[in-house]
């Protein structure tokens, strides 16, 4: 794929639609702020305290995602609490990914159950927030089709798993066929992380020559990043490329 058809792809254009959902007070507003790194949602203990979504933009492992924070699904009667769960049912839909929350301490409700039957068969990662606040080595029980579910637990309040979650999404997204745009296939994150192993490699090579290390070390992170961006082009490392460099350099001679 070129690099032209790359840009023109989803994930560069509108970015990874990621949407946090749960039932009120599981942690939605807290986890947006790790992700974004910044206080930008309001926390409370009170639930509910998000009427309305909230748009952030960040990068991933190198993906530009938008992370949307929705108002918490319930049984609403307030007109503007109706209003903001309308618009969370809204970027569900939208979204490439959900990060469908849920309360360790709560386990799980009929309230979260019901939110899954929503969201069931969608591209869907399960987080457990609050695990601070569960006995060392307790599990959550899960039923149905969240046992199937990629998990991760997580404390957002006191900024543990975070990383982990992020890994996480990075793998859902390489493993998702239908993070396309149109006809255009995405050649995927694996790709862009190839050519960053590449530019690493060939930094590294740089690094040995400078300093003063034999040709041999030099020739194999060249010979690695050769390989690597075969990858990407469905080529094999040719021996002819090889010999040329192993003769320039005369190793073993």
Same mark, same amino acid.
């Given at each position: 794929?070129?690099?032209?058809?790359?840009?023109?792809?989803?994930?560069?254009?509108?970015?990874?639609?990621?949407?946090?959902?749960?039932?009120?007070?599981?942690?939605?507003?807290?986890?947006?702020?790790?992700?974004?790194?910044?206080?930008?949602?309001?926390?409370?203990?009170?639930?509910?305290?998000?009427?309305?979504?909230?748009?952030?933009?960040?990068?991933?492992?190198?993906?530009?995602?938008?992370?949307?924070?929705?108002?918490?699904?319930?049984?609403?009667?307030?007109?503007?609490?109706?209003?903001?769960?309308?618009?969370?049912?809204?970027? !569900? $839909?939208?979204?490439?990914? #959900? &990060?469908?929350?849920?309360?360790? =301490?709560?386990?799980?409700?009929? +309230?979260? *159950?019901?939110?899954?039957?929503? !969201? $069931?068969?969608?591209?869907? #990662? &399960?987080?457990?927030?609050?695990? =601070?606040?569960?006995?060392?080595? +307790?599990? *959550?029980?899960?039923?149905?089709?969240?046992?199937?579910?990629?998990?991760?637990?997580?404390?957002?309040?006191?900024?543990?798993?975070?990383?982990?979650?992020?890994?996480?999404?990075?793998?859902?997204?390489?493993?998702?066929?239908?993070?396309?745009?149109?006809?255009?296939?995405?050649?995927?994150?694996?790709?862009?992380?190839?050519?960053?192993?590449?530019?690493?490699?060939?930094?590294?090579?740089?690094?040995?020559?400078?300093?003063?290390?034999?040709?041999?070390?030099?020739?194999?992170?060249?010979?690695?990043?050769?390989?690597?961006?075969?990858?990407?082009?469905?080529?094999?490392?040719?021996?002819?490329?090889?010999?040329?460099?192993?003769?320039?350099?005369?190793?073993?001679?």
């Amino acid at each position: 794929a070129s690099v032209q058809a790359y840009d023109s792809g989803h994930l560069l254009r509108d970015g990874l639609q990621i949407v946090v959902v749960g039932r009120p007070n599981v942690g939605k507003s807290s986890l947006m702020n790790r992700l974004i790194n910044k206080e930008r949602a309001i926390v409370t203990e009170l639930p509910g305290t998000t009427r309305d979504a909230i748009e952030e933009t960040v990068s991933i492992s190198g993906i530009p995602a938008v992370i949307t924070d929705t108002a918490g699904l319930h049984s609403a009667v307030e007109p503007v609490e109706v209003l903001g769960i309308r618009k969370t049912h809204e970027s !569900i $839909q939208n979204a490439d990914l #959900i &990060l469908f929350l849920v309360a360790a =301490d709560d386990g799980l409700t009929d +309230a979260d *159950l019901d939110i899954y039957r929503e !969201i $069931q068969g969608r591209s869907v #990662i &399960l987080v457990i927030n609050k695990q =601070d606040l569960m006995v060392a080595g +307790a599990r *959550l029980a899960l039923k149905n089709g969240l046992r199937a579910l990629p998990t991760v637990m997580l404390s957002a309040k006191f900024n543990q798993g975070i990383d982990r979650l992020k890994e996480t999404i990075v793998q859902q997204v390489m493993q998702d066929p239908n993070m396309v745009a149109g006809d255009v296939t995405i050649p995927q994150v694996r790709h862009l992380q190839i050519f960053v192993e590449c530019l690493n490699l060939i930094e590294n090579a740089m690094q040995e020559m400078h300093n003063g290390l034999g040709p041999e070390m030099f020739v194999s992170h060249l010979q690695r990043a050769y390989d690597q961006l075969g990858q990407v082009l469905g080529q094999d490392t040719g021996e002819d490329v090889l010999d040329q460099i192993f003769d320039r350099f005369c190793i073993g001679k």
